[in-house]
């Protein structure tokens, strides 16, 4: 049951909690293989990483013969602020507490839209000399990019809406969704 502040706003479940929790597992099963007794360092982008990090590090301790080990660290960074426009800059609000050079380290995002997020992120951890360097997302809009972006785990394409829940927010709010979906046309003002 959905409080009824949500349930007003909300249009459309875009994807359930069931169909993450199996995309989450998917990802992971493919993720533990590829890193199968290697460490890895699991990096979320925060805020919106929040869920699908913790998640999909839980889903990877479940596959048998993955990883070594599984690091979490996190950074922070923002493009949209409170809008629901990318202002088409990046800005680092906190950087990583381990050291990158040397790990195999796994970028971990809830969407890539335009890209330029991943993008910058890619380029400056790539700086820091990992000994490998990938990217996971929970959603693409692929259709949306503004630059190229290499991303090695994709779990779904989202449609052309603008998405919250799942870690996604619109102006701060709708992250502790247990699923996503698509807001009320009025709701959001650009
Ligand atoms: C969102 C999302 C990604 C980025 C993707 O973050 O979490 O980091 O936008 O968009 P892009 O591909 O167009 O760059 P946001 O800047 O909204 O901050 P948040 O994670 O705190 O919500």
């Excluded at 990019?145 to 870690?167: H, K, N, Q, S």
Aim: glycine share 6%.
């Amino acid at each position: 049951m959905l409080a009824a502040s949500f349930a007003a706003t909300i249009k459309r479940t875009l994807f359930s909690q069931e169909e993450i929790a199996r995309t989450i597992e998917s990802l992971a099963t493919r993720i533990a293989a590829d890193y199968a007794r290697k460490p890895l360092l699991l990096l979320g982008v925060l805020k919106g990483a929040l869920y699908v990090t913790v998640d999909l590090a839980r889903a990877i301790s479940r596959v048998p013969d993955g990883p070594s080990s599984v690091g979490i660290d996190y950074l922070v960074v923002s493009s949209y602020g409170n809008s629901s426009r990318s202002s088409g800059e990046v800005r680092m609000l906190k950087d990583t507490h381990q050291r990158i050079a040397g790990k195999n380290v796994l970028v971990v995002e809830d969407i890539v839209d335009n890209g330029l997020t991943l993008s910058y992120l890619q380029s400056m951890l790539r700086d820091r000399e990992p000994e490998s360097l990938r990217s996971c997302v929970l959603l693409d809009k692929p259709y949306r990019r503004l630059v190229p972006v290499d991303v090695e785990y994709i779990g779904l394409t989202a449609p052309d809406a603008f998405v919250v829940g799942y870690g996604l927010d619109y102006q701060e709010k709708y992250r502790n969704l247990p699923f996503v979906a698509q807001l009320r046309a009025g709701v959001i003002s650009e």
